[in-house]
């Protein structure tokens, strides 16, 4: 069965860095598109970022693109984001999601249980 993990997350002052990781069992990551997703009180889960195989091709939400990097290591089935220069805007749980397309954003797959990332001065 498909199952995520997420960690990594925490408190950080703006313009620090933060490194999310997100340990997957069930499925490739040679074969599947992996994407993370934040999620704030009140509001809609929102795709941050997504990488698509097989060559590892990836997109961003306009408000991260240059901040924060989505990489994968399919050995070890683990993805990562590395989100540098944070924000206050950047608190949120982060999820990451197997089932997504990477360009409408659009999902139907599996989740994990989140992580909190709280950005704050």
């Known amino acids: 069965q498909v199952k995520l993990v997420e960690s990594g997350g925490g408190v950080a002052r703006p313009g620090e860095s933060l490194t999310l990781s997100c340990a997957g069992s069930?499925?490739?990551?040679?074969?599947?598109?992996v994407a993370w997703f934040r999620q704030v009180p009140g509001k809609e889960r929102e795709g941050v970022a997504c990488?698509?195989?097989?060559?590892?091709?990836?997109n961003y939400a306009p408000s991260v693109k240059g901040r924060f990097t989505i990489s994968r290591d399919a050995a070890a089935g683990s993805v990562f984001l590395q989100m540098n220069s944070l924000k206050s805007d950047d608190t949120a749980v982060y999820y990451c999601?197997?089932?997504?397309?990477?360009?409408?954003?659009?999902?139907?797959?599996?989740w994990g249980q989140g992580t909190q990332v709280t950005v704050s001065s």
């Open positions: 069930g499925f490739s990551l040679n074969y599947n598109i």
């Open positions: 999601t197997t089932g997504v397309d990477c360009y409408s954003w659009k999902h139907w797959g599996y």
């Open positions: 990488i698509k195989p097989p060559r590892g091709e990836t």
